[in-house]
């Protein structure tokens, strides 16, 4: 039996370190949707833009944006994925949020933080390689900055889909196209990478260009940029290992480990 996995990929502006505007926002988005899905993917910070300011923003685990995804996701039996500014023990995390239908949630702290931002002066960077089990795929969730670092994302962890969220501007939008893409061919993966549009506060661009990506790099999805759009894919489990056990190109992989 093939397993199947509807992804609705949300690409949206977002509104400015407010998140119950852009809760409303969603919500509306969300709720419009006509097919069953079983999977949505939200941008990056979608609850605040990229701030620095996590101050102004940060909710805890039970604080009002994740008890919103546990809503929805009960109510469309489909499980909702992004990442938002979390307060844990009196540290700032950049925190990517998986909520299950059944109310289950994994989460994944970012890895690599954005330097030249100044990221690293206010979040906190995660160290946990997270996986998570959904619908008979294996699903490793990344976070914007991470795509750079292919070491981070390789196949040596056991997965079907590398999923990034990102707030990626305008200005390096072909390293976004060029990586998404090459993370799929080189792990043999689906690979989903959902982005933000519109301006920020700072007055930085953001031209969405999200897109999925099949295990030989083919591109699924076909969403304009630079606007609002809501489009869906359906990932097939019989396609990765199909492929896989066809070409074989990962029993050649390097074997490593991470410090």
Known sequence: MDNKLNVAIIQANLAWENPIQNR?????????LTSTVDLIVLP????????????????????????WMLTLAKQKTAAIVGSVVIEDSGQYYNRLVFVHPDGKIDSYNKRHTFTLAGEDKVYVKGDQVVIVDYKGFKIKPLVCYDLRFPVWARIQDNFDILLY???WPTKRITAWDTLLQARAIENMCYCIGVNRVGLDANNYEYPGHSAAYNVLGNALTNLKPNIEGVTEVVLSKSHVDNTRNKLRFLEDKDVFSLE
Not at 24 to 32: A, M
Not at 44 to 67: C, I, K, N, R, Y
């Open 24 to 32: 409303l926002n969603f919500t509306q988005k969300i709720e419009g």
């Open 44 to 67: 990056e910070m979608f609850t605040s833009g990229f701030t620095m300011s996590p101050h102004l923003v940060a909710e805890t685990m039970d604080g009002a944006t994740v008890q």
């Open 165 to 167: 969220v990102a707030n």
